[in-house]
């Protein structure tokens, strides 16, 4: 099994071993609840996992913390946002994720200078002000609808959210972090380092 990441270690896309212990949950609709072992060398730790009856996760235990890097100057409503959204996915709860993902979103491009009050024209102002490159336009668009489901009950569509798509959206907040916070701390980090060589 491949997991999204391990809720111990922290490295993304890791494989596990074959499950150890198996139990069938047939009051649960076929719900199946197995132990797997992280193959990070550095780690082995165990993993509960909770999966449909056809190898689908739903969850896993000890939620995975879903953490930026440290090192990056990414504002702390940002983090704190995120963080909300990873820990909601991890416990299964997709909507309340997804809802999450997109104040990531706001936040980011709030902080970018783009403050237009409804986030569609903030989107819209972001690509055309090449804040957010043209790639992601209809990602993030696609984070607002959810969101935006999510915020209005009366027009919900989100009883269809799963993990498959509550992950997909987080991924891509990460993405968003990692182009407007990230690499430009790395950046400056990796200048700050030349210009420390040069003068020595």
């Not at 082995?44 to 190898?55: P, W």
Request: glycine share 4%.
């Amino acid at each position: 099994m491949i997991l999204d990441q391990c809720p111990h270690c922290g490295v993304r896309s890791v494989q596990t071993t074959a499950r150890f212990v198996e139990v069938l949950c047939s009051r649960d609709g076929g719900i199946l609840w197995h132990l797997e072992r992280c193959q990070n060398p550095e780690c082995q730790r165990l993993i509960l996992v909770e999966a449909s009856n056809i190898g689908q996760v739903r969850q896993i235990f000890p939620f995975t913390q879903y953490q930026l890097d440290p090192k990056a100057t990414v504002p702390q409503p940002i983090r704190d946002d995120f963080r909300e959204a990873g820990l909601c996915l991890g416990a299964g709860c997709f909507k309340a994720s997804l809802v999450m993902s997109r104040r990531v979103l706001q936040r980011c491009l709030t902080d970018q200078g783009c403050t237009q009050h409804k986030l569609v024209d903030a989107i819209d102002a972001a690509v055309k002000d090449s804040v957010l490159c043209k790639a992601f336009h209809p990602l993030a668009n696609e984070i607002r609808q959810y969101g935006n489901l999510g915020a209005h009950p009366d027009d919900d569509q989100l009883v269809n959210a799963n993990r498959e798509s509550a992950h997909q959206v987080l991924e891509f907040a990460r993405l968003l972090i990692h182009e407007f916070y990230e690499i430009p701390s790395s950046a400056a980090l990796l200048k700050q380092n030349r210009q420390a060589s040069k003068t020595t």
